[in-house]
């Protein structure tokens, strides 16, 4: 459940997170949102300088998102330099202050151990609704995060089943 590099949840803490946060969102209307934070540097890092080197710049991103997030939100690494945060929220303008504050703090990274770097978030945010956790809901939000997890890697949106 946490990843090794980062000392987050992995991929299955945010899946099992996630599952916590929905039934509190259908039970008691507790409203959250997810935040993708895409670093698109970390590939080229680990070619140059290896995955020792890669390790130490991924702590350094999570150390940042923990600075900003404290004890309020699940942090999660996924993979490639693809990190997640969930948070309930009040007011969605917060939300998107809260992730700009983030960003500024990953990339305001220039140093991790004995290397130099650089850190660029790409950022998606997506709020949970009554729209997008209906019918189907867990499947439905796995499903958009999904595609965000997608979109913050550069894939192309998947087509849509035409029967």
Avoid at 144 to 155: H, P, T, V
Wanted: include cysteine; charge should be negative.
């Amino acid at each position: 459940m946490e990843d090794p590099a980062t000392g987050l949840n992995n991929l299955r803490g945010l899946a099992e997170n996630m599952n916590h946060y929905l039934g509190e969102f259908w039970h008691h209307g507790r409203k959250f949102c997810v935040m993708g934070f895409y670093i698109k540097e970390y590939e080229t890092f680990c070619r140059t300088f290896g995955d020792t080197a890669g390790n130490v710049y991924l702590k350094a991103i999570g150390k940042a998102l923990q600075d900003v997030f404290d004890h309020r939100a699940i942090l999660a690494y996924v993979i490639d330099g693809q990190f997640y945060v969930i948070m309930q929220y009040e007011n969605p303008e917060n939300m998107h202050k809260i992730q700009q504050k983030a960003v500024r703090h990953i990339e305001s990274i220039h140093h991790v151990g004995e290397w130099r770097c650089t850190c660029t978030a790409k950022i998606t945010l997506s709020y949970v609704n009554e729209e997008n956790a209906g019918v189907f809901r867990y499947e439905q939000l796995m499903y958009q995060f999904m595609q965000e997890l997608g979109k913050a890697d550069g894939e192309m949106e998947p087509e849509t089943d035409k029967r």
